[in-house]
């Protein structure tokens, strides 16, 4: 289940509270909960998935795409798996650290683990989203926002589509206030 953290270490966990406080940035969060499948499961629990195994899993959340493509018109979709042994990790996460927006929607449905969105309220302020297995969440196109996995080691989460150019980061060059404040506590 989502948490807002903000930076004096305040915390917003009812689903509805969070739900409002995101809404003000034009942000959905869901709660789909993940596949119960003991299938599903065990590939959720895998530390690393092959190709067949993500298309596998995908199967199994089949039709939250099916509505999303009635619904908003996605077209594709695939499987991010974030684990500590992927070679080059520092370097794919520090991509989506800083502060940026994309043209797109960016709308991931975490299945499994841990991640944190960071976004950027209108006078400037900061928070992080904690989002797990069975979050599904879309951040509009041009909303300030950051990913990071602060520590976590592990996340599975499919990513939906419109169209794939528009999900390039446009980096916004705001320092990110909340990040040096969570480092020096
Ligand atoms: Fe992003």
Redesign the pocket.
Known sequence: MARIIFPDAKELKDLSAVQSHLARLGITLRSWPAPADKRARELMEKKSLNDAEKEELLGFVQNRFEELKREKGYQTRDMVVIHEDIPGLADMLAK?DKI?T?ADN?VRYILAGTGYFGFVEPDGGQYLLEVNGGDYIN?PANAE???EMRGCARCKAVRYFIDTSGWT?NYTGRTREFAEAAATA
């Open positions: 989506f940026h994309h960016e951040v926002h950051w990913f980061p």
